[in-house]
């Protein structure tokens, strides 16, 4: 079997991708003839190599960008380093149709720390958080297969987690506008019962207020009753700008002071940030 044939069969079968051991078993040739073969379809924009001894099939309509979306293969990709996933954040609110604007970035939380991977035009962004694989996702077929999702419910408490990952409370809020028409109010409750860290569940009620969805703020309400809830800012303290300090220095004041800032009582919010939907 030639290479060519090799692509051929895999393409007829529904796979999008292949591994090192996989085409070398399957030529049956020398490392050096193997390695060649792969560089010459590298070379015309036929295969890219996102990662080490894993290999992409780009067809013609996606060669502009030098590698397929990347949903199409994810799945393979995180079954060929052994590592549970989930697609999350702005990523998972497109396949419940709450992204305004396709994220620059296809974001996977894992559970292990993970550099960025760049395939063409294609960005792979990991996210480490801890115990995913007991977290509950939705499986969405795609052209090449599954791809394995936060459900509503995990993809809103996953944004006002991660703020910085999406652009800003501000986008949150916009996200968050769509989402809840999806989010299942009882799933919603049982999550923020169940968790040790309360900090989401008032900053993401407070959102869920700004947006009148009051079946789901109500829930999370309802939660924090009976437990210990301590003040918090709606937003984490920004990193010390020099042109903030400057301007502190110049009228005497800290840069805290510089902040805009209000008491939500309900939710004991420090609110630091006027948001507004974009």
């Excluded at 060929?80 to 954040?89: E, H, Q, R, S, T």
């Excluded at 009753?225 to 004041?253: D, F, Y």
Aim: charged share 20%.
């Amino acid at each position: 079997m030639n290479i060519h044939a090799f692509i051929t069969d895999l393409v007829a079968k529904g796979y999008c991708s292949f591994t090192y051991p996989q085409v070398k078993e399957a030529l049956g040739v020398s490392d050096i003839a193997v390695r060649a073969a792969l560089r010459r379809l590298k070379q015309k924009g036929e295969l890219a190599h996102p990662l080490s001894s894993f290999y992409v099939i780009i067809p013609p309509e996606y060669r502009i960008l030098g590698c397929r979306p990347a949903d199409h293969f994810i799945h393979d990709l995180m079954q060929f380093i052994n590592a549970p996933y989930y697609v999350g954040l702005l990523s998972a609110a497109q396949y419940y149709g709450a992204a305004h604007h396709r994220p620059q970035q296809f974001q996977v939380m894992i559970n292990q720390k993970r550099r960025p991977i760049t395939c063409g035009q294609i960005k792979i962004v990991f996210i480490t958080k801890k115990n995913i694989e007991y977290i509950s996702t939705e499986n969405f077929n795609t052209s090449q297969g599954i791809v394995i999702v936060s459900n509503p419910e995990i993809t809103a408490v996953d944004t006002v987690t991660y703020p910085h990952r999406c652009g800003g409370l501000d986008n949150v809020l916009t996200v968050l506008s769509d989402l809840a028409k999806k989010i299942d109010a009882n799933k919603l409750l049982q999550l923020a019962l169940n968790t040790g860290e309360v900090t989401w569940v008032q900053r993401l009620g407070y959102l869920f207020d700004l947006i009148k969805a009051t079946n789901l703020s109500d829930v999370l309400l309802k939660s924090l009753e009976n437990r210990r809830v301590r003040s918090r800012l709606l937003i984490a303290p920004p990193k010390k700008s020099p042109a903030l300090e400057k301007l502190a220095a110049k009228i005497g004041k800290n840069t805290n002071s510089l902040l805009f800032k209000t008491k939500n009582d309900k939710w004991k919010l420090i609110i630091n940030k006027k948001l507004e939907l974009e």
